[in-house]
């Protein structure tokens, strides 16, 4: 009889073979395109909690992603931002009360309460709540169940779950508002680096680092392939109009559109293998939510040699372009013209995407 550690061996073994036997068949077979849960299964479970990844993974995500901002004491913990009066209980919390304040990120005022006031034992105190309550009253009932977990806690999470199923998931995480951060004196991308080499799973699962800035892309390239060699740099793309975070310090401010001609595709490539744009830069809506005409965004980037993984398919009507929408009401869902607007978006090439429900992206990608 095998022991527990044979066992496990076993299994950790047999998961590197098929991550490596499906990263050689990436090179000579067109590859499915890859359903990213963004912030988990978000459209059936509060965000960024276990219980979002772990409906994600069930219902068949390839990857999962994990919106990485620090603590007080730097431990990186998974919320989609560093401000987090509407993802936890924290307003209802008297001990916290005084930690309210108005802070400046990337430019923008915001007033509430931030990780980087919070220790991590703090923070492990607060309890997750749904961030669309509104738009999705069935996961308020989920309110106070989970905590906020760290990015340890997500990586041993998904190993556990990807002996469990059988197959490999990977992990797409995003290092959120780096300038902001630094100039608070954390440094998070040394951080995931640190993280991400003490974990065997996150050496060689499928990982695609992702960030709205570019100087933590270029810092990251090589020290990342360093730890897993098929680790993937993903520049995630604002409104067109929009600055690039870290350039608003420079002697020229570059928006995100000046990245989405030609040039600024090449460019890209110098620090990147993906770009990250919204569904409205490759179709753009006009003022009643209706589709125009495709961009040419798609085939642009490809000829640069990059990869297009945009962000995010929804399945509530409120979401959808006005041509798919049915008559149920703006807060029901409909996933009949959730899987016709992601299939619409893989006919003009689109290589992956970010799906709040990660069962309608999968229906999608079926015959």
């Not at 001990?95 to 703090?122: C, H, K, P, Q, Y």
């Not at 169940?145 to 806690?153: G, L, Q, S």
């Not at 065997?200 to 100087?215: G, K, N």
Request: aromatic share 8%; net charge negative; hydrophobic share 40%.
């Amino acid at each position: 009889m095998l022991s527990r550690r044979q066992a496990m061996a076993g299994s950790l073994t047999g998961m590197m073979l098929l991550a490596t036997r499906r990263a050689r068949a990436g090179a000579s077979l067109a590859p499915r395109a890859p359903v990213m849960a963004h912030r988990g299964a978000s459209a059936w479970r509060p965000e960024h909690t276990l219980a979002a990844y772990s409906r994600a993974i069930a219902d068949g995500a390839d990857y999962i992603e994990p919106d990485l901002v620090p603590t007080r004491d730097g431990v990186l913990v998974a919320r989609h931002e560093s401000n987090i009066a509407t993802t936890t209980d924290v307003a209802s919390r008297a001990e916290f009360a005084s930690r309210r304040r108005t802070m400046t990120i990337d430019g923008v005022n915001e007033t509430g309460w931030f990780t980087t006031d919070f220790t991590l034992a703090e923070l492990k105190t607060l309890r997750a709540k749904e961030r669309l309550p509104a738009l999705r009253a069935h996961n308020t009932r989920y309110d106070g169940h989970f905590d906020i977990p760290t990015f340890e806690e997500i990586i041993d999470f998904v190993a556990a779950e990807s002996a469990t199923y059988g197959r490999v998931v990977g992990l797409i995480p995003e290092i959120k508002n780096s300038t902001h951060f630094h100039r608070l004196g954390h440094t998070p991308e040394d951080t995931f680096l640190h993280v991400i080499a003490a974990h065997e799973y996150t050496r060689y699962c499928p990982l695609e680092v992702q960030s709205f800035e570019t100087a933590n892309l270029r810092l990251l390239h090589d020290r990342l392939r360093a730890i897993n060699p098929q680790a993937r740099l993903l520049f995630l793309m604002g409104e067109r109009t929009q600055h690039v975070p870290d350039t608003l310090d420079g002697t020229t401010a570059l928006t995100f559109g000046d990245f989405m001609t030609p040039d600024g595709l090449r460019t890209v490539r110098r620090f990147a293998d993906v770009i990250g744009p919204s569904n409205v830069d490759i179709i753009p809506r006009d003022a009643n939510g209706a589709w125009l005409a495709p961009s040419t965004l798609i085939d642009d980037a490809h000829r640069a040699g990059l990869l297009v993984h945009s962000y995010t398919f929804r399945p509530e009507n409120h979401f959808l372009p006005a041509q798919l929408r049915n008559g149920a009401g703006d807060t029901a869902r409909n996933p009949e013209g959730a899987v016709a607007e992601i299939r619409h978006y893989l006919d003009l090439g689109l290589d992956g995407f970010f799906t709040d429900d990660p069962a309608i992206g999968r229906l999608a990608l079926e015959d």
